[in-house]
T-cell receptor, first 111, second 113 residues
Framework: AQTVTQSQPEMSVQEAETVTLSCTYD???????LFWYKQPPSRQMILVIR??????QNATENRFSVNFQKAAKSFSLKISDSQLGDTAMYFC????????FGAGTQVVVTP | DTAVSQTPKYLVTQMGNDKSIKCEQN?????MYWYKQDSKKFLKIMFS???????INETVPNRFSPKSPDKAHLNLHINSLELGDSAVYFC????????????FGQGTRLTVV
């Protein structure tokens, strides 16, 4: 069975600063997909970034980038130039046949 | 146009009642899901349907019964509601089961009193 672990329940960051969220997963599969989702107070689930396991290059979406270490089964998210609108719960997710989520990390961006 | 829509957004009901949550997607996706988000924000998959066929049933009580009349709709019916059923329920869809990201509805907050 696959598991996804997010070890940071909450992170605080000042505007314009950088924050990195950690995520590890456990699987015996070789081809799978990893995602970061954001859930703001509106509770809408919003895809932030995705990574295919067969791609070595780390995915980037504007201010969001990942550090994918396949051998270490690690998939961290870096938010650069943090903005107040980035305040949300961030979920790491693993997909192989079904999408499974970590427990989430609450990110609070302060002025 | 909303890609994945759920109704209702909020549902307050008494213990023992039966209720349904409806979900529709206009993305042409083959796979649809129901997730439950508990009070600690943990998201757990409940069911997955692919082209109207049930493919995942994650040890959910029999009181929960999904129904997919066509691949664009996946409804969730809950019998004999219990206090522990209070949660946010999300419907989601994806073009291929697990191979791409899922698109989520806005969630239904169910409160059982």
């Amino acid at each position: 069975a696959q598991t996804v672990t997010q070890s940071q329940p909450e992170m605080s960051v000042q505007e314009a600063e950088t924050v990195t969220l950690s995520c590890t997963y456990d699987t015996s599969e070789n081809n799978y997909y990893l995602f970061w989702y954001k859930q703001p107070p509106s509770r809408q689930m919003i895809l932030v970034i995705r990574q295919e396991a067969y791609k070595q290059q780390n995915a980037t979406e504007n201010r969001f980038s990942v550090n994918f270490q396949k051998a270490a089964k690690s998939f961290s998210l870096k938010i650069s130039d943090s903005q107040l609108g980035d305040t949300a719960m961030y979920f790491c997710a693993f997909s192989w046949g079904k999408l499974q989520f970590g427990a989430g990390t609450q990110v609070v961006v302060t002025p | 146009d909303t890609a994945v829509s759920q109704t209702p957004k909020y549902l307050v009901t008494q213990m023992g009642n039966d209720k349904s949550i409806k979900c529709e997607q206009n993305l042409g996706h083959d796979t649809m899901y129901w997730y439950k988000q508990d009070s600690k924000k943990f998201l757990k998959i409940m069911f997955s349907y692919n082209n109207k066929e049930l493919i995942i049933n994650e040890t959910v009580p029999n009181r929960f019964s999904p129904k997919s009349p066509d691949k664009a709709h996946l409804n969730l019916h809950i019998n004999s509601l219990e206090l522990g059923d209070s949660a946010v329920y999300f419907c989601a869809s994806s073009p291929l089961g697990g191979e791409t990201e899922a698109f989520f509805g806005q969630g239904t907050r169910l409160t059982v009193v």
